[in-house]
């Protein structure tokens, strides 16, 4: 049993990172331990997560699995859980319920936890206490010992954990089972040492570790010769990507090379604007590729409660930069991310917000209730902000988001906007639907020879969060 342990967690070692390229090891037993069984992964939280499922996937289709449609019909049911705040937690509890009712009508089903709660100390001490039943723990840094951690999981009655609280290297030959056969994530760096002081990421991600250009870029360049249009390069703060690397190389660097493998479209995600050089904008701004989509978590406009959480630009910073992409980046869009009742945040600390809202009009925003993390330095601060106040605070910040998101949309309507058309509409299944260069969602008619296609859309009606639009 390997439990998490939160004070090594928040260690960072200078320790170097190495590039294993055949640590992914699954010998021929357990390639057939899933013949004839099912599985089931239920994603929460980020693309980081969404992207390790598409690694759990192919492996536990290595070990000979299948995926099954629903969850009722697994032989075993993973959930990659996110950290992230109280509400992703709850959630995932609320599936374990769940899920302990059909382990009662079909005793052999395997239940597992792994991603980001795995990672936590103080949850795994509640499933030992509450959720022994469950089978199987496994970590963020571990996946890659997904066959051995499962067989062993197999061959004995009691819950088996095992969650390495230090970040390992840098595993380049994980198995990947993509969702999509048009757009790819791309990691380009795990780990986050930004250490905002409300976010629980750098101890459930481990220190940064930036993949190799060359790894990257082999991967990128596969995808095009596979049919690939989209890749999404995937990172906590994906500007800081090559600092942890000895060499003179950075994103700015990484985006030129991306860029000229002739792949479509280049996104990428997160970017702190802590990190965010003129270079970075002037290769956005020079590739046609690289969308014209960023997204820029502001987090507040107070810069006293910016400072509080560690985030390491002022209001005017933030500003300065905003205005400085949107110059040099000709119809760029921007989304952000905000958080609210920080602790002891003033009414005149939520005004600045607002006004930094006011002053940027974003394209869209994800908002949310400060959540205390176990560990964290803002957990321990005292705040006498009632919830009361931070919900009525959400409220009047999202009416605000929501009244500058239906305007940019507006803009569009009538406009020709090229989308890569990647799905069926979840609203209608017979229309389609893909993104826009800035990212904004679509749905239109059409037939499925369109599907993995750049196609020109005129935009013939727009609402807040999407818009419909017909082939031209
Ligand atoms: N690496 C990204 C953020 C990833 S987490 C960045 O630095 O921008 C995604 C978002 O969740 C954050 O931008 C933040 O707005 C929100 N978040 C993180 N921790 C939170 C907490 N403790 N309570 C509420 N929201 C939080
Ligand atoms: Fe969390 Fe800050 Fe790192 Fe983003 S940059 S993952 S908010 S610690
Ligand atoms: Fe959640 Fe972990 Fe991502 S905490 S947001 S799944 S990195």
Redesign the pocket.
């Known amino acids: 049993m390997n439990l998490p342990n939160l004070l090594e967690a928040k260690k960072r070692s200078s320790k170097q990172v190495l590039i294993k390229t055949n640590e992914y090891i699954i010998t021929e037993n357990l390639k057939k331990i899933g013949a004839g069984k099912k599985y089931f992964v239920k994603t929460y939280g980020c693309q980081m997560n969404e992207h390790d499922t598409e690694n759990i996937k192919a492996i536990l289709e290595d070990m000979s699995f299948m995926e099954a449609d629903i969850m009722e019909d697994a032989d075993i049911i993973l959930l990659n859980t996110c950290a992230i705040r109280e509400n992703a937690h709850n959630k995932v509890f609320g599936m374990v319920g769940r899920i302990k009712h059909l382990k009662q009508t079909k005793p052999d089903l395997i239940v597992g936890i792994c991603g980001c709660m795995a990672q936590e100390e103080h949850i795994v001490e509640e499933i030992l206490q509450k959720y022994r039943w469950l089978d199987v723990v496994f970590g963020t840094h571990n996946i890659h010992e997904l066959p051995r951690i499962l067989n062993e999981s197999l061959n004995k009655q009691k819950i088996e954990i095992d969650v390495q609280s230090i970040e390992g290297d840098v595993i380049e030959n994980i198995p990947v089972k993509r969702e999509s056969k048009y757009k790819a994530w791309v990691n380009i760096m795990y780990g986050?040492?930004?250490?905002?002081t409300?976010?629980?990421?750098?101890y459930t991600?481990g220190k940064q570790r930036s993949r190799t250009p060359e790894f990257i870029l082999n991967e990128v360049n596969e995808l095009v010769s596979r049919g690939y249009k989209e890749v999404t390069l995937l990172g906590?703060?994906v500007n800081a990507y090559g600092k942890d690397l000895n060499i003179d190389y950075g994103m700015a660097d990484l985006l030129k090379d991306v860029a000229e493998t002739k792949i479509e479209r280049v996104r990428f995600v997160?970017s702190?604007p802590w990190d965010f050089t003129d270079e970075m904008i002037d290769t956005i701004a020079k590739y046609k590729n690289i969308m014209p989509y960023i997204h820029l978590?502001l987090?507040s406009g107070s810069s006293d409660i910016l400072k509080k959480m560690?985030?390491r630009y002022t209001k005017e910073k933030y500003l300065e930069l905003f205005n400085k992409i949107k110059t040099k980046i000709p119809n760029c869009a921007i989304t952000t991310d905000i958080i609210v009742g920080f602790p002891n945040e003033t009414d005149a600390d939520f005004n600045e917000t607002l006004d930094v809202v006011n002053q940027c009009k974003f394209d869209s925003a994800f908002t949310f209730i400060f959540s205390p993390r176990v560990g964290t330095p803002a957990a321990k601060m005292e705040d006498g902000i009632s919830i009361e106040t931070k919900e009525i605070r959400l409220q009047e910040l999202n009416k605000l988001i929501n009244k500058y998101s239906k305007e940019a949309n507006d803009k569009y309507l009538g406009k020709i906007v090229p989308v890569l058309i990647e799905g069926y509409s979840e609203k209608d299944k017979d229309m389609l639907m893909g993104y826009t260069d800035t990212m904004k969602l679509v749905n239109v008619s059409g037939n499925k020879t369109m599907l993995g296609q750049i196609v020109d859309i005129k935009i013939t009606d727009v609402k807040t969060w999407s818009m419909d639009g017909e082939i031209i």
Do not use: E, L
């Not at 986050?192 to 905002?196: G, I, L, M």
């Not at 409300?198 to 750098?202: D, G, L, N, S």
């Open positions: 986050c040492d930004k250490f905002c409300y976010c629980i990421v750098p991600r906590q703060n997160t702190h978590p987090q560690g985030r």
